[in-house]
């Protein structure tokens, strides 16, 4: 969701979108607090990686439907007021979803050398 908010563009509230993230951020941080503290916090990295990851994307497909819905020809016939203007933001849309899965990818990786090393002293 966060992403998606991310590629609207605007004018009226400008950079108070970034805000709107935030906020919508909030619940999503505080579900994955209450799963983590359920399993006891134990691999929450690697978890919290793969949640971004997975929803970055579910948000990849949704702006690919957006993308193609936009180009079609059928779809500019039957709504001729492009109800799709305000999704435009592909810059600030792009740099969250690339902050988002690098941070997924970052948490899985060292999550995974934290195991190995784990797995090293173990053995020795």
Not at 10 to 37: D, N, Q, T, Y
Request: proline share 2%; hydrophobic share 50%; with cysteine.
């Amino acid at each position: 969701m966060i992403c998606l908010l991310s590629f609207t563009s605007i004018p009226e509230i400008g950079a108070f979108k970034f805000i709107v993230m935030g906020g919508f951020s909030i619940p999503a941080v505080i579900f994955f607090l209450i799963g983590a503290a359920v399993c006891h916090f134990e691999n929450w990295k690697s978890v919290f990686g793969v949640v971004l990851l997975s929803g970055t994307g579910f948000n990849l497909l949704v702006i690919i439907t957006f993308i193609c819905l936009q180009l079609s020809a059928d779809y500019r016939e039957y709504f001729p007021d492009n109800k799709l203007m305000y999704f435009s933001d592909y810059l600030s849309g792009v740099i969250s979803m690339i902050v988002l899965a690098g941070t997924g990818v970052a948490l899985i990786k060292v999550d995974k050398q934290k195991m190995s090393n784990k797995a090293l002293n173990s053995d020795a």
